[in-house]
């Protein structure tokens, strides 16, 4: 799927229309990789019943709808966490971070330009933060104790 248009919402979470353009600028194409969902998708994407990949009557879809769908969602697979939408974005960084030990296939997945987006997505600036704060701390540590230790010995 090729997305090129993406919808605005206000602040309050209502439906502005469709942008030209996606945040980047650039279209961006989403791999199905599902055989069913990618017949099912493109059969609807030939009908050209809608302007909307997701729509109720060839409307978008109301925002609040589709986080009560992704909630009713949620509940039904047993998922135990308390999960907005966003959530998902940044479980497939961690994922893919996990799994394939790569920040560019990070990027790749989630369409950032700016790997520093994609760093914080996957949570590695946090991994990085927690590692530097440890390091520091030990470094600490063992200096207080170099320290009283040459101070014991006067």
């Not at 997701?54 to 409307?59: H, I, K």
């Not at 709808?65 to 479980?91: C, G, M, N």
């Not at 996957?122 to 704060?133: T, Y």
Request: with cysteine.
């Amino acid at each position: 799927i090729e997305i090129r248009n993406v919808v605005m919402w206000d602040r309050s979470k209502k439906f502005l229309g469709l942008k030209d353009r996606t945040k980047n600028k650039k279209s961006k194409i989403i791999l199905i990789a599902d055989l069913k969902l990618k017949k099912i998708i493109s059969k609807y994407l030939l009908s050209g019943d809608s302007t909307y990949l997701f729509s109720l009557n060839n409307e978008s879809i109301k925002y609040r709808k589709i986080q009560y769908e992704y909630t009713r969602a949620i509940k039904k697979a047993d998922i135990k966490v308390d999960a907005s939408t966003h959530f998902l974005r940044t479980s497939m960084a961690k994922v893919t971070n996990n799994k394939l030990r790569s920040i560019d296939a990070v990027q790749v997945v989630l369409g950032h330009d700016d790997i520093k987006m994609s760093r914080h997505y996957a949570g590695l600036n946090q991994n990085l933060q927690l590692e530097a704060q440890l390091v520091a701390g030990k470094s600490l540590l063992e200096n207080v104790q170099e320290c009283a230790n040459q101070n014991l010995g006067k």
